[in-house]
């Protein structure tokens, strides 16, 4: 089994990592993410920063496995050096399917392969995927034993929740721990509570410590509600967590893991400090994020993908409401290019 990549991520103590979220951090985001984040603002230097791996957003293993499926979902796969280290995420519940997928996945050039079993999404369940999964341990676990035969040379990693209806995370950490996935990240929230209620972080160190029992190894990441890397740190702080990752923290924030900007909490504040990016450099990446969506993926992602994108960017100073209204009007690059600049020309 090949370790390495983990084994040196996880050396950085409180490492980050990008979440996988489906129609938000695809190719194009994630560039721009790697853009911001790790060299910080431009013309200021390389000042490192993060996140330490990225990961895709699911890819359906069902269709990657089938001939017909195949090439549209590839594309949903592909990525450039800037997002690596980058793990793959796939979900699904045919072992055979999820087997041919990671042995197709593992020619790609990706760092590793990530299961989801906590996705709480109707379509995903029914197929006995996501978060169906911890219904049905069994399974799982062949799951995983069909991804290791798929990618023998990659590390297989696990996305899981802490229960389905209820907190319940002894036994289905155990049945998962059990095929020795090389990383394990536990979003802490049942799949009940969706995103709806806070995670249960009074529970981070309970549950960190359980799992150390049982696998000494395994590379142990928390996720749910982290603010910023300084967030996450001190929320992983006294507990056997190693790494934190960051979902919706990144949306409309692309320098997020820069840490240079991590005084004060990590969030940008608009309106102040040296360190926070101004009203007009938000503007203006969000119009560079569009044309990069266009550009890489016009032909297989509708242009309504980006307006939550516009929400995110465009938020929390004067006019933002008014501009977010007319940003949503939008159905081409062109158009939103357009009412940036004007709007810039007022500031
Ligand atoms: C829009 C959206 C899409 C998501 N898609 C995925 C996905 O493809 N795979 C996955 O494992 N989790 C997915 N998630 C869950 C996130 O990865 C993460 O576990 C969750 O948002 C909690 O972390 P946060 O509080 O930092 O956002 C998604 C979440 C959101 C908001």
Redo the contacts with the bound molecule.
Sequence with gaps: MKKNFWEKIRKKKGFTCL???????DIAFRQIIAKYSRHGLPGQGKTGGGPDVF?T??VAADGIASLKGRKPLLKDLEFSKKEKPIVA?I?GSKPENIETTCRIISELGFDGI?L?M??PDRKVEKQGA?SAMMKNPKIAREVIKAAKRGAPNLPISV?TRIGYNKIDYQNWLTEVLAEKPVAL?I?L?TRKEM?KVD?HWELAKEISEFVRIIDKEVVLIA????KSPKDGREKIKNTKFEGV?????IFGNPWLFDSRLENGGGTLDLQKGSSSVSISKKLKVLVEHTKLFNKLLKNQKNFAVMK?HFKAYVNGFDGAKELRNELMQCNTEKEVEKIIKDYLATL
């Excluded at 990752?245 to 923290?249: A, E, F, S, T, V």
Aim: hydrophobic fraction near 35%; charge should be neutral.
């Design positions: 979440a996988p979220m489906a129609d938000v951090t990961w957003e699911f995420q979900f990530d989801n906590g996705c996501g996305k990240t979003h929230r995103s995670a996720n749910g509600d982290i990752m960051i979902g919706r923290g939550k």
